[in-house]
């Protein structure tokens, strides 16, 4: 049974900079959903609300899983990992002084993810086979491709049944874009994972998202319900991809 | 139990220390070894949260002294055996820990360490201003000549009881290292928001580490009263055991218990040596040497040159 995501009315920021404004999103059972716009838009902010990272000032975050709702506001971030919500953060953010296995050992942290160690272990190894040659590396010496796989890898360690992900594209060459973006589909068909994914890359993201929303300045300006929607419309063109 | 056998080697080890002390016939030996046991006890208690966790602890006099005027206030109170009283210091300290930690840990690097400077001054301002041990007077503690234990002479119990806590230390800090605990402390020493993202509770790691770490810096201080004999507070508190605690693990590497112990251990012993031939004033001057020293040869300490392990057991913070 899949998980869905509702957020609704989130309005957050830090001190007196206001970065959200009433901010509503659904993400449904299996979808993925692209969250587009430019730098300093709030997506990563959004995310960090999600996770208990940065505390709301208004509003609700739901997340429905295998039947159950919870509210996710007011939750310490262990607890919302340990609901089954894993988020891999912007620039991966690996530990970079550990070995690959030691990354993704911590990545099952939480007790619930420690009894399915093993066969997550296994699902990521045979996901990245990268990440088995390079086992007892330090994280912190891998290309930045590899270390997007890991930080990957990390966060399914968790067993999520909703993944967020923060700009998965950053710092990556092209190629290496199309890949984890593939990757990432990959991963959701594999794990019937419910997908939340900010990215700049328009047009990559489009490739893998059922829908996607466009924030501007902190507020959602477009809500697309599929990805041709979203690459037809003429307010996207013009105001977000200049062309 | 995984870890019995090293428990044993560990006993092993302190009972030949001891035996060696004895066989010098010496009993300055005693006096001298009894610094160099309580800087081992501190630089490991303050490994536990700066090496392991990342965060730099300014206060260990803090925490020492208060463990000493435990022992003070209960030498007034009730006179209990000393080890007992070093527990009760241990859990004074340890306390004090989880509230500074439960204050100060929002903060992050260089803010968390004045913090914690920030606190040992308050206390010892407290203590300065508490009459009942002493205040800015100072107490006196009057130290047994033997002990009712074997009518052993009252420096060799000292001797043996922070030897004992040595152990205790070690055995502690390698088993935190092999723990998830560990595992836990060491994602947030090298990225804090990827352990927490990660679902490590990151708070309550830290809090433990600072719990942990001001308990033994309190069991370590809680014989000195006793030791010295006089206790004041500007002797308490002295900045020099923040200093010494620092350098020690920095010097042998902060990766592993190994660091702090082969850190103080050359540290300590060379001070006291120092303070005997030359003078006590070129015990400050030493560790400021070997710490500019470590930083240019041995960045990653003692430890890190003989390439103790790579990963989390074995590579500590770059410094």
């Known amino acids: ?243 | 139990m995984r870890g019995f056998p090293f428990f044993l080697t560990c006993l092993l080890v302190a009972a030949g220390v001891f035996l060696a002390a004895r066989w010098t016939e010496n009993g300055y030996v005693f006096f001298a070894g009894y610094v160099v046991l309580q800087y081992i006890v501190l630089a490991i208690a303050w490994n536990i949260l700066g090496g392991y966790t990342g965060y730099v602890n300014f206060g260990i006099a803090g925490f020492f002294a208060i463990g000493a005027y435990t022992t003070v206030a209960v030498e007034k109170l009730v006179p209990l055996p000393l080890p007992v009283v070093m527990l009760a210091g241990g859990a004074v300290s340890g306390l004090l820990g989880l509230g500074m930690g439960y204050l100060t840990l929002r903060l992050r690097g260089v803010f968390f360490s004045i913090a914690t400077l920030a606190m040992a001054v308050v206390a010892q301002t407290f203590m300065v201003n508490w009459d009942f041990v002493g205040g800015s007077a100072g107490a006196f503690t009057i130290r047994p000549m033997t002990t009712p234990y074997f009518g052993m002479d009252y420096i060799r119990y000292l001797f043996l009881l922070m030897l004992g806590l040595v152990v205790l230390a070690v055995v502690v800090a390698r088993a935190i290292e092999r723990s998830r605990l560990g595992d836990g402390f060491a994602a947030i020493r090298d990225d804090e928001l990827a352990a927490e993202a990660s679902g490590v509770p990151t708070l309550r790691l830290k809090l433990i580490a600072t719990a942990m770490s001001g308990a033994f810096m309190g069991m370590a201080g809680a014989p000195l009263p006793f030791y010295v004999t006089y206790l004041d507070p500007p002797s308490a508190f002295s900045l020099a055991y923040a200093v010494n605690t620092i350098a020690m693990p920095l010097i042998g590497g902060t990766a592993s218990w190994m660091g702090p112990l082969i850190g103080a251990v050359l540290l300590a012993s060379l001070q006291q040596l120092v303070t005997v031939t030359i003078s006590s004033a070129v015990n400050l001057l030493i560790v400021g040497l070997m710490l500019v020293g470590f930083i240019i040869i041995a960045p990653r300490g003692i430890i890190g040159w003989f390439g103790i392990g790579a990963g989390k057991r074995r590579r500590g913070r770059g410094r």
């Open chain 1, 1 to 243: 049974m899949a998980s869905s995501l509702t957020i609704e009315g989130i309005s957050a920021g830090y001190g007196a900079v206001r970065v959200l404004e009433d901010v509503s999103i659904t993400v449904g059972a299996g979808e993925t959903v692209a969250l587009l716009g430019t730098n300093g838009n709030g997506k990563s902010t959004l995310m960090k609300c999600v996770m208990g990272l940065v505390r709301p000032m208004a509003g609700s975050i739901t997340a429905e899983i295998d039947g159950v709702r919870h509210e996710l506001v007011g939750r310490a971030t262990e607890a919302i990992v340990d609901l089954g919500i894993a988020f891999v953060p912007e620039g991966r953010r690996l530990f970079p002084k550990l070995t690959v296995t030691e990354n993704l050992m911590l990545g099952a942290f939480r007790p619930a993810a420690r009894k399915v160690i093993a066969r997550n272990l296994d699902f990521c190894l045979e996901t990245f086979p990268r990440l088995r040659e390079r086992s007892s590396q330090l994280a912190g010496s891998m290309s930045g491709g590899e270390q997007q796989m890991l930080a990957l890898g990390r966060a399914l360690m968790s067993a999520p049944r909703i993944l967020l992900i923060d700009e998965p594209s950053v710092g990556l060459a092209p190629v290496l874009v199309r890949r984890t973006i593939d990757k990432i589909k990959e991963l959701k068909d594999g794990f019937q994972l419910t997908v939340l994914m900010a990215e700049q890359n328009f047009t990559q993201a489009i490739r893998i998202a059922d829908r996607g929303y466009v924030i501007v300045h902190g507020q959602i300006a477009f809500e697309g319900g599929s990805a041709e929607e979203l690459n037809n419309n003429e307010l996207i063109r013009k105001f977000y991809l200049g062309m």
